[in-house]
């Protein structure tokens, strides 16, 4: 089968087998596929093998592939590494679509007995056509098949597709950004790569009708120039996110150790991701603000801003941080600012500013409502910003909470009217209480369509990049 | 009444007058004070005045200061702007020690009578010796006068002095350092600073007791030099860490419309900062995570680390940001990578490089405990540095927190043996179940005396700085 037709086949798995799954009482990894697979409600038949058999969760494990008896698409290997070469030739004899091989032990070892091994593996796939994702990682999440390999990811499906040579960096990214709004239609930890890699299922997100935009966190890429081809024409169609780690020397040496990765001098990748019309970025954190901007954040006219928030200090700084990123703060004409004192009385220190420094109280009401909805489509301004620090108040975690929920109300409110683009920042969460409090609220918000960024820093460097994607591409 | 005296018998206050406040029914900015102050557990008598009389929480609003029956020692006005100066003579009447004026109206609108009526609040607070907190702050924080504006702030005294030209900065940075163990001795929102102003303070904390060091948060100064030579004569005997807002012209118009602060060149401030031996840092996350090294880490004797950690993507990354800021993860010695073979087996995928990738399970098992005292002792490396993603895992929640519990318990062993200093930073929180599994670690981890962070840019970010500091006192 060739790798496309493997993948689709994959995604949208029908039964799966874990080999190499402990039987109850004891633990090992395949135990924790398990119970995840089971948690986040697959509805197909989960096969278990051990060659030791016995029970784990109620079902039977048998003692060899060939004991069980319907069919599998999909199997996640968690034997060791020396292994795996017989049980690709096992799951060929079965009619095995892919296996995700969890187990290291292959070239990420720096070993010649591992390298051997791992190409071993590669040969194997191609000859018996059983795609092989990994070794190394954690294979796939295809929430329209009710399959994950962990039980608290988003259980609804999205048009953001993510590949990753890290599981760990994998598990975090799909967390941190479903707290902001985006779901995912294919996630794929893919490791060392010996035999699906970066550039397969880049081609392969490229030409797939469920994914609208990708996101990438590479270590290291198998063939440079292919790996370029395949940015460049999928590019064309849709956005590409990538993290590439390995900036430094000293972090290639350890993407070497990790999942084999040869190292890219990061230069060159830098040149050849801007070439490519690529959105670089640094972190996982900016690759999920990324994410959300393209999600929620329609095209932008330049980089003129009218701010609004609920505290001072948070302007003058994040006044630093718009302006470090090249936006400007135009000074608003004198009817806003006649709206703004209708609305605000004498309560407020910087009202006739940008940006507007607002009480927490006038939220709702109906003078600071028509002030908002001015600003929103003000002349002039290409973005509106909220921004709320979320523990930099006085007021108590319960007020706190009533408050942010009239400001939600509020914010929703002027977006669900024709104006300006928007975005909100609800930063300074402070500790868990702040956390629990902005959780709710982005939740709310990013269900209205808004995006929410954590830090006016992260907005004005996502904004920036998103605004310098859509230049390249001749649609700001 | 000097300022000095002043604000030694503010922070030590026995009795607090709220003028202003709304009776029961109503809602003003004075209620939350009261509310506030009650609930954090003030000890002494809250006295309340504002003409229309009534009562508020059960205590009795007095028509006029004059009206008080017993001595006032801290008046807090929320009485409109034009108010103010009548309001000082009355004080002065009273004996009363130091005025805070919460409401904004003064210098900060950018009206002449703005200006004039802060001009006539200074001359006032010079000629009656009542000392004038603000305007346009929230005041003082004592803990060891069970007195708070805030009622969640920490109860206990520590030994960091804050003082804050923004209220809401105030309130974000003591929560934010509080969650890390951080603890404060005295600290003040000072807003316009007619009166009492940042010189004032800085060489208040330099002489205090109470206070080992000194953060800031800083939007102008009112006089450059006597400022200059206060920092440069207290920095010589306590760590000062200092940040200024204002960095671009954008934000230095943000920071006058705010407090009224004169705007100094940032590339001038940041000379001074370097010249005066002060730390000087660019967010308010950076200055938590300033206070927390100078608090938690000893003297370091250079920059090669030892980093282990769950999780290899992680690491990968992690190593590049050690790398951009200096310091070297050298490989270890065959020795040590026996003991890790030994204690590990088979499992993890790069267990002979710097940094080495465990498994969660390790934890606590002897053989472990083993290979983590000797790299805890290593010649040829500075810090040991544990790092956790705690939501880069595909463990559930519930196992995660069991298997976190045991991590810090190793940790904490492994820290209390004689050993080199060592940091922890515990990352990818992804979501608000990761802040609630990261939040009850770093409670535990701060109280056995380790310095705990949220990334590792940030932590190479302040261990960095800590380093120059270090060198530049001559001590490192």
């Known amino acids: 089968m060739d790798k496309n037709q493997a993948l689709d086949a994959v995604f949208d798995l029908k039964s799966v087998a874990i080999v190499g799954v402990a039987k109850d009482e004891e633990f090992n990894t395949g135990r924790l596929f398990l119970n995840h697979i089971i948690e986040y409600g697959f509805k197909g038949p989960i096969y278990l093998v051990n060659p030791k058999g016995g029970e784990a969760f109620g079902i039977k494990i048998y003692p060899h592939m060939k ?144 994914t609208d935009m990708i996101a990438a966190y590479i270590e290291g890429v198998k063939d440079g120039r292919r790996f370029y081809r395949t940015l460049r024409e999928v590019a064309r169609s849709k956005p590409v996110v990538i993290l590439k780690s390995g900036r430094t020397q000293a972090g290639s040496a350890v993407a070497a150790s990790h999942s084999a990765a040869l190292a890219t001098p990061h230069r060159v990748w830098k040149d050849m991701v801007r070439q490519a019309g690529v959105i670089g970025v640094d972190t996982l954190d900016e690759l999920a603000d990324m994410l959300v901007t393209l999600r929620y954040m329609p095209p932008l006219g330049g980089k003129r801003l009218a701010m609004v928030g609920v505290g001072g200090g948070a302007g003058v700084l994040g006044t630093d941080d718009w302006d470090e990123n090249g936006f400007v703060l135009p000074s608003l004409p004198e009817p806003i600012r006649q709206a703004w004192r209708t609305a605000l009385g004498n309560v407020a220190g910087t009202i006739l500013t940008n940006p507007v420094d607002i009480p927490f109280l006038g939220f709702g009401q109906e003078p600071f409502m028509k002030a908002l909805a001015q600003l929103h489509n003000l002349e002039g301004i290409d973005l509106l910003v909220f921004h709320t620090p979320v523990r930099g108040h006085m007021i108590s975690v319960a007020v706190g909470g009533m408050l942010l929920d009239a400001e939600a109300e509020t914010i929703i409110k002027v977006h669900q009217a024709p104006g300006k683009p928007m975005a909100v920042v609800l930063h300074y969460e402070a500790n868990l209480d702040g956390w629990k409090l902005a959780d709710k609220q982005t939740s709310r918000l990013y269900e209205a369509g808004l995006p929410v960024y954590y830090s006016i820093p992260s907005a004005s460097k996502a904004i920036d990049r998103y605004l310098r994607y859509l230049a390249n591409r001749g649609t700001a």
């Open 67 to 210: 004991d069980i008896p319907g069919s599998v698409d999909y199997v996640i290997s968690c034997i060791r590494a020396p292994l795996v070469p017989q049980l690709i030739k096992d799951c060929a004899a079965k009619g095995v679509k892919a296996i995700c091989s969890f187990t290291s032990g292959f070239s990420e070892f720096g070993t010649q007995e591992g390298r051997d091994l791992e190409r071993e593996v590669k040969r194997l796939a191609e000859q018996t056509g059983v795609r092989v994702i990994g070794p190394n990682c954690i294979g796939i999440h295809s929430p329209k098949a009710c399959f994950s390999p962990a039980p608290d990811f988003p259980k609804e499906s999205g048009r953001v597709a993510f590949l990753s040579q890290s599981g760990g960096n994998t598990l975090y990214l799909v967390r941190a950004a479903g707290a902001r709004g985006i779901r995912f239609s294919k996630v794929v930890s893919y490791g060392n790569a010996a035999d699906i890699d970066e550039s397969d299922l880049l081609s392969y997100f490229g030409q797939d009708q469920e």
